[in-house]
């Protein structure tokens, strides 16, 4: 019953700027680490950043000091702040979140959800 719904990708020329969200909703009782991944065309899955429920955060060596992520954990939302965007910055943007459910039924454990994705164009 959570969902993830990501929005704010487009197309940018290079040294552009994008903001991403990634919202939490559902029944939720919290969330502890949430993360950006991105896939481009044939390749593999990578991780671009995460955050901790405390605001601890980690980057990608490939991003570090022009993406940064936040959170806001009263509205249960992410966002991933995309400055100075390069070509090979063009993939497919994925919310990760590790929720637990509101729900007495849930259990008293995180499990991992995943956004459907956003589109992230950077033209040379």
């Known amino acids: 019953q959570v969902q993830l719904v990501e929005s704010g990708g487009g197309l940018v020329q290079a040294g552009g700027s994008l903001r991403l969200s990634c919202a939490a909703s559902g029944s939720i009782f919290s969330i502890n680490d949430m993360g950006w991944y991105r896939q481009a065309p044939g390749k593999q899955r990578e991780l671009v950043a995460t955050i901790t429920s405390g605001g601890i955060t980690n980057y990608a060596d490939s991003v570090r000091g022009r993406f940064t992520v936040s959170r806001d954990n009263a509205k249960n939302t992410a966002y991933l702040q995309m400055n100075r965007l390069k070509p090979e910055d063009t993939a497919v943007y994925f919310c990760?979140?590790?929720?637990?459910?509101?729900?007495?039924?849930?259990?008293?454990?995180?499990?991992?959800?995943w956004g459907q994705g956003t589109q992230v164009s950077v033209s040379s």
């Open positions: 990760n979140a590790d929720v637990r459910s509101g729900s007495l039924l849930g259990g008293p454990f995180h499990r991992p959800y």
